[in-house]
């Protein structure tokens, strides 16, 4: 088993739901890839870090509102909404 | 509730991480606009809403806007900087990841001037520093509502331009940290930054909290309370806060590094739901963002823009015009304010003071009292009205002070000629004039009237009185003289010339 | 020799909608008549909007009868990828999350295809989220090789080459993360180009690895692929990731007579199956008699470039990916009492097992603790490979592999270990790694099967890739090649 690789902590933090089996087949089959993976452990690399994007203020944008796709379109494409809003289960309460 | 006092056995250490939202006119990342009161979901685009193949792109004005307050506050403004992406799933979070800068802000170091309370109202108070730790450029999130069974959200707050603030360490007392937000808000409209209406959500603050003993050099535990959206609220967590830690080391326990809440209406902290696995964001470089390189250009184009520092300011007054603190400090609380007062003083410099009275009693009542009837209620709900509002010129302003010097009228009819400035913007000569209201100084008609009244059998006891030493006697003689003049005798040629015939 | 419509090449349907001796409308009828006795054996589409494409057909004609052509690809229908936003089309990426979904816009290269006239010709099965390389993640039907109906066509691209290599359209457009263009080419026996990264602007496709995916052309021969590139490859204020117009190099660049091509040192021991070495060798013998120079370069690096890939891409997928909660579009699930159960069991339902896993792996990679170890030394690794392909470019035209190690294997053959095919992508996952473009070309056959060869260039070197695969297919016989279907 690769170090670290914890199935049921990763689906959580993924917001993944896996079955039983599904737990014990990915964790075999992420352990494989993960076991190929020794080559970038040892490898020696430069301290740089790849970061050939950079640009100029020239690609920024400037501040002019653009347009918006309206509450109607949103609500279409939302699976439930109420009042032009989407709406979901309830919030569980933040206070613990 | 009540004051606790910390005892001197311990020290408050406080951090504030300020959400100060930008004033600009379309979203950071999506061109879509933005603003307060908006039917929900009205300001949402393709990019805001996370559909599939859409891509952050930054505004420029974002960008100038946060450069220009890290000049403002002395900061060090990077060649280049980034953006980060924080993952965590959230209903209020559109693309289940927020925009954020976690290793190149554009903003880093910096620091704040703040002024504590005086030991009166008329004394300044003790000036200290707060350093800044950086202050990065992000997008705000959606707003959740709880309805019935159920909650809804609204996205017209997604993506909205946010400056984070992070102080260091420096704030020893809610009094420091209320003096700081003021400071802070103070810096942030007067150069245009933001226009931080805390009513409308625009300043938000994460309050940092620990203690330690008195001496000590290594912080405390601490606790941090998010979403404090007034600077009473932060004021009330601190203490509160630091009375409940106090506590409960005096107590002999430990405090536990937790994320809170602070109910404002039963003026207490709470400890928020713990959300699972909250604290691995699994920051990395946001790939749809390049690098950006900040010219110095810029940085300097952005530099003319920084105005003169608010207590710079005051000190200037109080110094080189000699104005009191308590004419000085509110003169410097709005820019505009202080800019206007400063072209009136270029028109007259002669008596600046008299000029910052004007200002500050009889032109800012006025200009609350507008706004309070324009709102039709007593207490003004919508912001006061400008000094650009008024149809009153600071060289007006100015020309009246100046014939109020050079005794052409009196102070009494100066305030009279000013309400009816204010009401038409007319120049003061001009309703003098009209109104007749030139100050009587003609010393021989004066002489006249002050004998013919001195004379009056009505008036013997309080002469009387006058020559006896009761000073204050004369001044029954003042009303028949003025009441002669129509109320138009030069009130100081008046007691002249009653001292001198009384003898 | 007088060809079906449905076997003339874009070029030549151009010419002769130009001179009038071909409608739009006419074209469209007839490839219509094809999908309907065709897709069904392949599965290349999964979805036609037959009344949408003939009046599109239609508009364009009367467009061109009022002397309004808006160049050489009016009239052209291109099929479309389906993850790549085609306003009121569906945006499925062949996932049961994306199922009902239709695109409220258009990308930026459907825009480019509309102001070029182009006919917007229904969309393409993939891989799920384009996670894949033989399209049988695909969550909503199979596509099968149109050379071999029991195997795979490729992947993720895989419904784009099998549409073309069964005659269904001469144009497509597919994506290319680690090979997903590529790929699927040469196992169908098409063409396939993976533009400079930057070149093509990504507004309107789903992100899956957002510094590695780019849009490229499909087609049969390597002067149809270059038809299209030239509409797609314009800048695009909306990805600050694509060149503006000061950063671009003009298309075409004449390219030099006499390349030089580097084969890197080893490839072809790299578990390369004996036919394909052989046909790499024909491609070799072509170039040196046309006066090319072959040299051999040194690329170390080239065993991190699988790993590095797979740690940078499935780290970006898991937070490109996090979107899909249910919240705002897409499947929902109707279980739950609370939003993190709703989020949760709705990417369960609405995600297969392929993206499953490598959310999980992405995850994994950029979590505390582990980001140092994998994710950091990923982008480390990938500033190593980048500098010792630009390297070998600096004294070479252009870099000749293999594109596949093996041709097309059989449906299901490889479904169950995902290692296994992660390492077909050996040869085309440098190019999107180091951001370079890079172009498959058929150039032999096993048996049946296809076996394409592969050029990696430098930046914006497109000119160069073209003019050597124009030069090599002008003298072989593999351009235009349909399966009998």
Known sequence: MAEGFDIEHLAKLARLQLTPEEKVLYAQQLNSVLGHFRALAEADLPAQVDDALVVSEAALRADNPGPTLGAEAVTRVAPASRDGQISVPRVVDDEA | MSQSTASSDWEIVIGLEVHVQLHTRAKVFASCGWGFGQEPNEQVDAVVLGLPGTLPVVNREAVERSILFGLVVGAEIPERCAWDRKNYFYPDNPKNYQLTQKDFPVVVGGKVEIELPGASRNVMGEHKWIRLHHAHLEEDVGKLSHAGGGSLVDYNRAGVPLLEIVTEPDLRSAAEAEAFLRSLVAMLTQAGVADCDMEKGQLRCDCNVSVRPRGATKLGTRTETKNLNSISGVRDTVIY?????????????????????????????????????????????????????????????????????????????????????????????????AEWFEEAVAAYPANPQGIANLIANDLLRDLAAGSAESSGEGVSTTPAKTVDDCPLKPAQLAALVKLTDEGLISKQ??????????????????????????QNSDTGELEKIVREVVADPAVAKSIAEYRAGNEKAINALKGPIMKRTQGKANPGLIDQLLRKILG | MSNALHQLSAVELSQRLQAGTLTSRALVDALIARHEAVNPKVGAFTALDIADVRAQADASDERRRQGKSRGP???????????????????????KMLAKLVSPYDAHVTEQL???????????????????????????????????????????????????????????????????????????????????????????????????????????????????????????????????????????????????????RGFLGKGVAPEVVQALESVLDFYRRQGCAIVEVDLPSADLAVPTYYVVATAEASSNLGRYDG???????????????????????????????????????????????????????????????????????????????????????????PLQLYLEDIFTIPANLAGLPALSVPCGRSGQLPIGFHLVGAPQSEAKLLAAGKLFEAAHGFAHQQAAL
Not at chain 3, 78 to 83: G, L, S, Y
Not at chain 3, 180 to 186: C, D, E, G, K, L
Not at chain 3, 362 to 368: I, M, Q, R
Not at chain 3, 371 to 399: N, S, T
């Open chain 2, 241 to 337: 806060e630091s009375a409940r830690q106090i506590r409960e080391l005096q107590a002999g326990r430990t405090i536990v590094q937790e994320t809170r809440g602070w109910n404002a209406e039963q003026g207490r902290g709470y400890v928020l739901r713990d959300k699972e696995d909250a604290h691995d964001y699994r920051y990395f470089p946001d790939p749809d963002i390049p690098t950006l390189l900040i010219s110095r250009d810029t940085v300097q184009r952005l530099q003319q823009q920084v105005p003169e520092n608010l207590y710079d300011r005051q000190r200037r007054y109080m110094e080189k015009l000699a104005l009191p603190y308590t004419a000085a400090s509110v003169l410097v609380a709005q820019r505009r304010l």
């Open chain 2, 413 to 438: 009819q100066a305030k009279e000629v000013f309400a009816e400035m204010f009401k038409t913007g007319q120049d003061p000569m001009v309703i003098v004039d009209q109104k007749g209201l030139k």
């Open chain 3, 73 to 95: 690809l009016e009239g052209i229908p291109v099929a479309i990828k389906d993850n790549i936003a085609v306003k009121g089309q569906p945006l499925t990426c062949s996932s």
């Open chain 3, 114 to 264: 509309r102001s070029a006239g182009a006919i917007l010709y229904g969309r393409l099965n993939m891989d799920e989220f384009a996670m894949g390389s033989s399209t049988e993640n695909s969550a909503l039907q199979k596509t099968f090789n149109p050379w071999d109906l029991s195997r795979i066509p490729g992947g993720s691209s895989g419904g784009s080459a099998a549409a073309l290599a069964a005659g269904l359209v001469p144009l497509a457009l597919g994506s290319d993360t680690g090979g997903s263009i590529r790929q699927p080419a040469s196992h169908c026996g098409v063409v396939g180009l993976k533009p400079t990264y930057g070149l093509v602007s990504r507004f309107g496709l789903v992100a899956f690895a957002s510094s590695l995916d780019q849009i490229g052309p499909m087609a049969r021969s390597v002067e149809d692929c270059e038809l299209l590139l030239q509409v797609l490859a314009t800048p695009d204020a909306r990805d600050m990731t694509c060149f503006d117009a000061s950063h671009r190099q003009p298309l075409p660049v004449a390219a030099p007579a006499a390349l030089r091509i580097g084969v890197p």
């Open chain 3, 327 to 417: 919240v705002r579009y897409g499947h929902r699930s109707t279980q739950a009492s609370n939003p993190i159960e709703m989020m949760t069991n709705s990417r369960s339902e609405g995600f297969g097992p392929e993206v499953k896993r490598r959310i999980l792996l992405g995850t994994f990679v950029l979590s505390a603790g582990y980001a140092d170890a994998y994710y950091v030394r990923a982008l480390r690794a990938r500033a190593k490979i980048r500098a010792e392909y630009l390297g070998a470019l600096a004294k070479v035209d252009v870099l000749l592999t293999p594109t596949v190690p093996t041709p097309a294997f059989k449906v299901g053959e490889k479904a169950s270990d």
